[in-house]
């Protein structure tokens, strides 16, 4: 015959595994709940910029000149390629950033690699009409197909002012 402590414990363990459960599902849904906020929310960065009339419109006063490029190793000895330039907005209207994707191609001009990256950043000065700036972009992996000839850089967003 059991004794009265076995039946305590035994009754209360049931009690206490569901209290335990209860709590790694409140953690688990708390977790889903969080990572689906950032997800839809996220950085703006992840969003592409508009591409509309006025913004095509101030696209084709964009201008990149003085192209350059160089490679380094990082502190992980990873060779990193950098593509850098002048962006220069010969129109009238004021840019908040410009959104660009850059294509490397292999020697039969095949298209190996495609990016899109934004040239200046939330925190960066708007770029008024007829100024200039500098860029660089920096990349990780390129394909070892790659012709080592410097990318072709098309805008393909605009965040007017």
Known sequence: MPSEIESDHRSTFPVAF????????????????????????????????????????????????????ARASNYLN??????????????????????????FRDPFNQLIL?????????SAQPLAGGQRRDFQVAFEYIPEEWNKQYPQIRVIGVLLQ
């Open 18 to 69: 569901a209290a335990g459960a209860a709590v790694v599902l409140l953690l688990l849904g708390g977790v889903l709940l969080v990572s689906r906020l950032t997800r839809s929310k996220g950085p703006v960065g992840d969003q592409h910029l508009a591409f509309g009339p006025a913004e095509q419109a101030a696209a084709e006063r964009i201008h990149f000149l003085e192209p350059q490029m």
């Open 114 to 122: 495609r990016e899109t990256r934004r040239l200046f950043g939330s």
């Open 78 to 103: 990873q060779d990193v390629t950098y593509i850098a330039g002048v962006v220069s907005n010969d129109g009238v209207a004021t840019l908040r950033d410009v959104e660009v994707s850059i294509e």
